[in-house]
């Protein structure tokens, strides 16, 4: 049994006796809840740029680096989280092997040095989260060549092979995506992810064309005066550029790997009312529309990307961009994808102008608002480290309230709308260490997938259905050592995709004679 997996559901290796015979799955399960099981992406942000949240430092041992990582998983975990989105790209550069990039130096110290001894971080990543039950999403960074904060370039990095494709504005170096080469490029470097690793989804943040800051220019005239002569203004041929760039790598996903997500994390304002009749009732400073040049509203009413994040970070105080008013208007456009909301966690009990941060209820008051709209499918955290340190509580306000109860991740019926075939011969045994259980898994579904992970229930008379367990990698065995003696139970199995289509459930009831530890849990 891997030590990793223990707390999930524990492998049976010893032979099964008197163990009862399943019935027959009940019709309509998985409008059960399935089994009160709440439909919800719990993810957060882990930030490698400038060692933001991981590795801590540059430079660590290998060793070193995987132990931490483990240890924020499972702090995560036990937070009731269900999704990590990763920066495996910050700048030009990359967390895992198979890249033309060079390796990042916020990694190993050094731009294009490789991790001594060798291994493949994104690799070892994906494997631990996956052992946990996490969907792992590769979170790119598209715009910047090169950080202001950087201390060393390599000679590989595209800057540098590529002058010409690269601009400068406040120390940082940008990509020209009004160039069609840039975009092929970006195109190419995200495919080759979706391609080589067992990615459950691509990511991007905010950063398309960069915030204004007063007094710089873009430098992208010449690349407007060869492609931007049908538009009617330098700014609808910025967009125009960021809105292919974006269907380009839409498509190019689908045609790799279509089961694999795709999403985004814009600034929170799209536009404000005073400057679009259908923008937000808000008064913020810079837009994603006007300013970065992302028209994220477009991409989900086509249906070019599968959720959008908006990084709504501010309290519901705010006196120019509340909380509230600006999540009212995501909810307005929604287009039939996945809203999550992006909260700022690093903001709780800061001292800053918007005081609110600093009242231990605000983040509490945020999650009650979210689960009061059933259109928000999830919430997004930024970022890991702030999620640990747990000011004000905010974190234990998750895992004992919010987060108390496990949830899967919502389903994408336009990706997938299949669910498993139903597993069989379920068996139950009455034993000294708990009640064992083994099944069957089932056959293909007709879309020809095969169950990815399987969800363990257990119900009695008089208790609501719980999940006791979700079991991975191909695991089709449990042990429940919290049954309580003299108490009969009914255990349901059911089958779950990649994508979080869930099968019919076969059940099995027992009353419990022998199990030894009576627990209260």
């Not at 933001?52 to 430079?59: A, G, H, L, Q």
């Not at 009242?359 to 509490?364: G, L, T």
């Not at 702030?386 to 306000?397: E, P, Q, T, V, Y």
């Amino acid at each position: 049994m891997k030590k990793h997996l223990a707390w999930l559901c524990l492998l049976l290796f010893l032979g099964l006796e008197g163990c009862k015979t399943a019935q027959k799955p009940r019709a309509g399960f998985r409008d059960f809840g399935p089994m009160g099981l709440r439909r919800e992406m719990r993810a957060v942000w882990i930030a490698t740029v400038d060692n933001i949240d991981w590795p801590s430092r540059k430079n660590l041992s290998p060793e070193d680096q995987r132990e931490e990582f483990i240890r924020i998983l499972d702090t995560h975990k036990r937070t009731g989280i269900n999704a990590v989105f990763v920066q495996v790209r910050a700048a030009a550069d990359a967390f895992y092997a198979k890249s033309e990039e060079p390796w990042s130096e916020w990694l190993t110290g050094k731009q294009g040095r490789a991790p001594e001894p060798f291994y493949d971080p994104m690799e070892f990543m994906i494997e631990e989260c996956h052992r946990r039950g996490m969907e792992f999403h590769a979170w790119l960074n598209l715009n910047r060549v090169s950080h202001r904060v950087s201390k060393s370039i390599s000679n590989d990095n595209i800057g540098r092979q590529h002058p010409e494709w690269v601009f400068e504005y406040d120390g940082y170096k940008l990509f020209n995506f009004g160039l069609p080469e840039v975009r092929e490029y970006i195109t190419g470097i995200t495919t080759n992810i979706v391609k080589n690793y067992d990615v459950d989804g691509i990511h991007f943040d905010d950063y398309f064309y960069p915030y204004t800051v007063t007094g710089q220019t873009l430098k992208d005239e010449e690349a407007f005066r060869q492609y931007g002569a049908r538009f009617r203004s330098k700014d609808d041929w910025r967009r125009d550029n960021i809105d292919k760039l974006i269907k380009q790598i839409s498509d190019a996903i689908i045609a790799e790997k279509p089961y694999v997500k795709f999403g985004v994390s814009p600034f929170g304002v799209w536009r404000n009312r005073k400057d679009d009749p259908t923008g937000s009732a808000t008064e913020g400073g810079q837009t994603s529309y006007d300013n970065l040049y992302a028209d994220t509203k477009k991409w989900m009413k086509a249906g070019w990307v599968d959720y959008m994040v908006p990084q709504i970070y501010f309290s519901t105080k705010h006196d120019k961009v509340p909380f509230k008013i600006l999540t009212s208007w995501w909810l307005k456009h929604t287009y039939g994808r996945h809203l999550y909301i992006g909260q700022g966690a690093y903001k709780v009990g800061v001292q800053e102008k918007d005081r609110a941060w600093t009242n231990a209820s605000e983040f509490s008051n945020q999650m009650r608002f979210v689960r009061l709209n059933p259109e928000i499918t999830g919430s997004v955290f930024f970022s890991s480290k702030s999620l640990i340190n747990n000011k004000l509580g905010h974190a234990d306000s998750l895992r004992t309230n919010f987060y108390k109860e496990p949830a899967f991740p919502p389903t994408m019926p336009w990706k997938d709308r299949v669910a498993p075939q139903t597993p069989s011969n379920l068996q139950v045994s009455d034993t000294r260490n708990g009640v064992e259980l083994r099944w069957n898994a089932p056959e293909p579904a007709r879309d020809g997938d095969k169950a990815h992970y399987y969800a363990v229930y257990r119900y009695s008379d008089n208790e609501k259905p719980r999940l006791l367990a979700a079991c991975y990698e191909g695991q089709t065995r449990a042990l429940d050592r919290t049954a309580l003696r003299n108490r009969r139970y009914t255990y349901a199995i059911t089958a779950l995709d990649r994508l979080h289509n869930e099968s019919e459930a076969v059940l099995a009831s027992i009353m419990v004679r022998s199990t030894v530890r009576a627990s209260k849990k």
